[in-house]
């Protein structure tokens, strides 16, 4: 723990003008659970399945997956975790399965890849669902999605899933179904998304990477990469409005949740849920209990006059270090 931030791990995220913001964890092994339960986390935003796959030398088995599932679902219930179906392609691929592009970050990558595999995809869905039985705090989230009929192809499978282990005798029901945004096309498509899913999370890694055409891992162009790019934020802005325009909560899994000056500005454009390392997430607490909604919101308000990112970053530094 950072000094003197222990104190706050029971303490609720709020401002002081009483706005409520949901600090959630990213996770990947069951060490990172332990630490986020340990840190006060209130979910778990972003469980990266493809951790385990990667730790295997060939694809778990549906038995081997649930077990490793449970484990997260047990740990954390009654609270939500929110369990991301198989991401790999990009920069992430399994030994047993390789992926030779010339383009990995333009190919078949996350969902891309368990659409055309379904056998890869059912028996991921079943494991998860498998898992949740008798506890019921799973939802399922898919990465890299481009269009609806990715969403509307998976949730068919999904609900395949349900039926099967129904049949099986399993006492299971649908979880909740949210879509990851970080393509720039699925953030023109929010509104649509939300109307046949039950939540959106924003992906700003990604996102950033593909708004700005900056490989998010090539150091020859890191100093081009920067989640403060105004252009970043204004589609931030348009996803949480969207999805507030159809009743669906947002929350946001990239690293930038758990930047503390980033932090405040999602929480003024309305994101509900900032879901982070657990590393970062006392320190994210501690700004938003000591900073009014009312001023964030004026800080944002400067912030999208602005039109370069380092600017911005320099007057989000400026009133964190004013507000102390
Ligand atoms: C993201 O893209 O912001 C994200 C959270 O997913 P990943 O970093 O695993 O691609
Ligand atoms: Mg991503």
Known sequence: FV?????????PCITPDHHRVSLWVN???????????DHGAEGIGLFRTEVPFLLSERFP???????????????????????RTLDIGGDKSLPYFPIEEANPFLGWRGIRVTLDHPEIFIAQTRAMIRASEGLDNLQIMLPMVSNLQEVTSAIQIIKRALRELQEEGLDV???????MIELPAAVYLTRALCQIVD???VGSNDLTQYLLAVDRNNPRVADLYSAFHPAVLNALQHVVTAAHAENRPVSICGEMAGDPGAAVLLMAMGFDTLSMNASTLLKVKAVIRAMTLSSAKALLNDVMQMNDAESIRSCVDLA????G
Do not use: H, W
């Open 199 to 201: 939540f959106v999370s």
């Open 61 to 83: 088995s549906e038995r081997e997956q649930a077990d490793i599932y449970r484990e997260q679902l047990q740990a954390f219930s009654p609270k939500p975790v929110t369990m």
């Open 173 to 179: 029901s649908m979880p909740p179904i949210g879509v």
């Open 320 to 323: 964190l270090y004013n507000a």
């Open 3 to 11: 000094r003197g931030l222990e104190a706050l791990i029971d303490l």
């Open 27 to 37: 996770t990947g092994l069951m060490t990172d659970v332990v630490r986020s339960l």
